[in-house]
């Protein structure tokens, strides 16, 4: 069943590909053939371009904004994705390019049935209304994607005309017209060119987020312009070319004719326009012809009026408009559509019927009134009262059957519900609704239903009082069609009195939503009941079921037949979790098998997991290399502790993260958990296991969110930075801090070069590094050449990591590999006989990230050995693949150019160097 529409797919933040912006590449292990994106050829005049070569590398992965006129069932969802770009010279445009793709059930450009071209004065222009204000253009019709345009994801197409710009500032979105319900969601994809802003514009504001909103990322958009004198605009009054002074003087006259006459058969040369062009609109034809003599003569006497700025009634703007042009509010010669910002108000129709004029939005919604938009007056719109049971105090009374019920004129005035009682895609509000009260005669199931039956996309909720808590509600069910509802709700009781709220999922008084919703109740019968996770009793009432904590599996139903299972009550159950919310409920779950947390890695936080707690387990497969935030607030839920483990599945899990009790937030219970910052490299699997402190279960929320439009801090070598993303951090190498600044932490100190002693420093992130296995349980253990007559301290960097047999992953815990050293002689040119061996136990991060998110490590030990040694060896000691292995970091190549690797017992040369860093 179809979800509701969404804003934007993907992080609506910027998340560049791994490490491509790096000048040169680094490998672990194996070199990774990543490369700069290709170089964009401009053609033509380009106001804009971000959209680079026909290859797609110049694309954003996985970041699409949203851009779409939808069916009118979802009118309130429109929504335009924007770019801006500078017109310095008031060029016009002349071809508009941008890159479409889909989301949410899009199947291709073949099912979408036009596209709209807009440009905008301000941001402001476009969230009152998507139509531009500057210019708009629609083609119907299936668009055609360029034959060359190279990802199979996305489309890159076109308009072309020509749209007069002023200069400054310009917004332009292309929406694509696209049925949500057969071709899911269209959007512009991301683009790793620009100035890292671009916008969403939703009037309708279905999205929640207001009118407008940032995206922190750009589009993939190219606007070309041109500098061709006849191909700009005329002007509002091209026949008045000059006055007695020898300038127009806003009235067409003999002195325009004499114009036409004299320079009659002239032709521009590209480089200037002919005097006398004045037809036809909107360009002329770079020629003095008949038809500019015809224009002059049929406007003789013309007083050509000014223009200026015209504030329409639906909330839009139009600039360059007279007077007489604008049938709305005209701001007067020569203003622009910023001067229209200062007027916020509306009409505003009030349940009785009545309507208010000049009254701003929120003062409104304040008073119980619906707003009918930025500049409405009460003459142009139709108030009507609302229906007699529009509030929860005026329920009408109603019995089983059917009741017919009609939302044209109710308003929305119901409290939010909480996003953990019900899944209303990921709102909270039932709009336009309207009350009902149903008196159960008997214990039994209640059901409520709209299935089938109305004409509009319902939702549907019960209550036992007004203002109470929500105990059941619905907004799409299971087998109804256009988005209807039903509700079974099972622990009805005699006697009581429950008010029934239904409504609609978009806002929209005054549109025809009508219908019938159906009640019925059935008895209570015996059946089977769940409880402690996995027990089942036969023959059990409803709600002697609820009194034990059981879950009801219906009338008639036995154990033999049901799955008491809890979903997410062991790790191999784990519940599937995506970006944004995730909803849980941990009632009737059981402590896992899994050893408790380690909490160490989150101390002072209140963890407290110190003994097996009932427990609920999801997944999450991380797309985007980067960093996220994990977090379990929710008003409605517990006091909860959180885990978080990395592994290819449930027997090869590593503790990563954990949190008790995060910083305390508004909107949040009291004593919630939350990880921030959380590193992540693309491929990974993370479960993330959830508790209740002193045992305590129930319902909550997950919220996974991409960090990577948070700025932060990034160290990099010592030196930190401020308003740094995640995603470029990491490509320069640093260590990245969200939402700190450099006056609120300590970089750690870069490791001192090796300039006391010999040896080679690691190379930088930046370089073209590599970076070997050297671990005895995997088979391979590596030397580094050397000449000296003795060694007493060592210091050698490298990276801890974890091979799994299909990637590599970070070892979180590196002080704990055991590490062995040797100072070994030579053999004929290769690593012989060893001289002296030990235990290298002095480990320190030194503050730099190599690939996506590997940092760099040093060992350090002293085998304070006296006499000649060639080679030195440092390998972990590891059980095999699976577990952490020491990957030894290349060095400059300034060194002896040699390094050697033990394989099966046989050592071979490597043209490599190795780091190390040896005193004497």
């Not at 060694?791 to 070892?811: H, K, N, R």
Request: glycine content about 12%; hydrophobic content about 35%.
């Amino acid at each position: 069943m179809k979800g509701h529409p969404r804003a934007w797919e993907g992080p609506i933040c910027h998340t560049p590909p791994a490490i491509s912006t790096m000048p040169q590449t680094g490998s672990i292990l194996f070199a990774f053939a990543l490369s700069m994106p290709l170089s964009t050829t401009l053609f033509g005049q380009a106001l804009l371009d971000q959209v680079g070569p026909l290859d797609g590398s110049e694309l954003l992965p996985n970041t699409i904004a949203a851009s779409q006129y939808f069916e009118p069932a979802y009118v309130n969802f429109d929504i335009g994705a924007i770019e801006s770009f500078d017109n310095p010279v008031g060029q016009p445009a002349t071809n508009v390019e941008a890159v479409i793709a889909g989301f949410n059930d899009y199947v291709s450009l073949d099912g979408v049935q036009g596209l709209e071209l807009n440009f905008y004065s301000t941001l402001y222009a476009a969230g009152q209304s998507l139509t531009g204000n500057l210019g708009s253009t629609q083609a119907m019709g299936t668009p055609t994607g360029h034959p060359d345009w190279v990802p199979i994801d996305s489309d890159l197409v076109s308009m072309s005309g020509l749209w007069p710009l002023p200069t400054g500032t310009i917004y332009a979105a292309v929406i694509p017209i696209n049925e949500y319900g057969t071709n899911g969601q269209t959007g512009i994809t991301g683009s790793i060119t620009g100035d890292g802003i671009s916008w969403l514009a939703n009037p309708g504001e279905g999205f929640e987020f207001g009118p407008s909103t940032q995206n922190a990322f750009d589009l993939s958009m190219r606007v070309s312009g041109t500098t061709e004198p006849c191909e700009l605009p005329l002007g509002s009054c091209p026949q008045d070319m000059t006055g007695p002074d020898g300038s127009p003087d806003g009235l067409v006259t003999v002195d325009d004719i004499l114009v036409i006459i004299s320079n009659f058969g002239q032709t521009g040369d590209g480089t200037s326009r002919p005097f006398g062009d004045c037809q036809p609109l909107p360009a002329g034809d770079c020629a003095v012809t008949i038809d500019d003599l015809l224009s002059v003569i049929g406007n003789f006497g013309v007083v050509c009026e000014p223009t200026g700025a015209c504030c329409t009634l639906s909330g839009g703007c139009i600039e360059a408009v007279t007077e007489a042009a604008c049938q709305a509010t005209w701001l007067g010669p020569g203003s622009t559509c910023q001067s229209c910002l200062p007027s916020q108000t509306g009409a505003c129709c009030m349940p009785d019927g009545t309507c208010i004029d000049s009254l701003d939005g929120q003062a409104c919604w304040d008073s119980g009134g619906y707003w009918s938009g930025l500049y409405s007056i009460c003459e142009d719109v139709s108030c009507q009262a609302a229906p007699e049971n529009d509030t929860c105090t005026s329920a009408i009374a109603i019995g089983e059957g059917e009741t017919p019920i009609d939302l044209t004129w109710a308003y929305s005035d119901g409290d939010d519900i909480s996003p953990i009682i019900c899944d209303l895609g990921g709102q909270t509000n039932i709009a336009n609704d309207i009350w009902f009260a149903y008196t159960c005669a008997d214990n039994g199931v209640l059901t409520v239903s709209t299935c089938d039956s109305v004409n509009f996309d319902s939702r549907l909720a019960i209550y036992e009082t007004c203002g109470g808590e929500t105990i059941a509600c619905n907004d799409d069910a299971d087998g109804c069609a256009g988005y209807s509802s039903r509700i079974d709700y099972s622990a009805a009781t005699a006697g009581t009195t429950y008010l029934i709220r239904v409504g609609a999922f978009t806002e929209g008084y005054g549109v025809s939503r009508s219908g019938t919703m159906t009640i019925a109740f059935e008895p209570a019968s015996p059946g089977a009941c769940c409880f402690d996770a996995q027990d089942c009793l036969d023959e059990s009432l409803p709600l002697d079921c609820f009194d034990i904590g059981g879950v009801f599996q219906g009338g008639g139903t036995t154990c033999a037949e049901v799955d008491c299972a809890v979903p997410g009550d062991a790790c191999e159950t784990a519940i599937p979790f995506g970006l944004g919310v995730n909803l849980f409920d941990s009632d009737h779950t059981v402590p896992s098998a899994q050893t408790l947390p380690e909490e160490s890695l989150c101390p002072d936080t209140n963890l407290h997991w110190f003994m097996p707690l009932p427990d609920l387990w999801g997944s999450y497969d991380v797309t985007t290399t980067g960093f996220l935030d994990i977090t379990l607030c929710d008003p409605y839920s517990f006091d909860t502790s959180l885990v978080i483990y990395r592994g290819t599945d449930c027997n090869n899990l590593i503790q990563i993260a954990c949190n008790g009790d995060a910083p305390a937030e508004s909107g949040c219970q009291t004593n919630h958990s939350a990880i921030e910052g959380l590193q992540v490299l693309q491929g990974d699997r993370l479960y993330i296991r959830i508790a209740g402190v002193d045992s305590a279960t129930g319902t909550g929320s997950c919220t996974i969110t991409d960090a990577a439009a948070v700025l932060g801090t990034c160290c990099v070598a010592g030196n930190c930075t401020d308003d740094v993303t995640s995603s470029d951090c990491l490509n320069w190498g640093g260590t990245w801090s969200g939402g700190e600044t450099c006056a609120s932490i300590t970089c750690p100190e870069p490791p001192e070069p090796c300039t006391d002693g010999i040896g080679d420093d690691p190379l930088s992130p930046g370089a073209s590094w590599i970076a070997g296995t050297s671990d005895s349980g995997e088979g391979t253990v590596r030397a580094a050449r050397l000449t000296t007559s003795s060694v007493s301290t060592c210091t050698i960097a490298g990276l801890a990591a974890i091979f799994d047999g299909g990637g590599w992953d970070p070892c979180v815990t590196p002080a704990d590999i055991p590490m062995v050293w040797s100072l070994l002689a030579d053999d004929n040119g290769l690593p012989g006989a060893p001289l002296a061996t030990g235990v290298a136990d002095v480990v320190t991060e030194l503050g730099a990230i190599y690939g996506n998110g590997f940092p760099l490590y040093a060992w350090s030990f002293a085998p304070n050995y006296t006499g000649p040694v060639d080679w030195i060896s440092l390998s972990s000691q590891s059980d095999g693949e699976g577990h952490c292995w020491f990957l030894w970091m290349s060095s400059s190549p300034e060194g002896s150019g040699a390094s050697a690797k033990q394989s099966n017992g046989q050592w071979f040369y490597e043209d490599y160097d190795l780091n190390y860093c040896v005193e004497e």
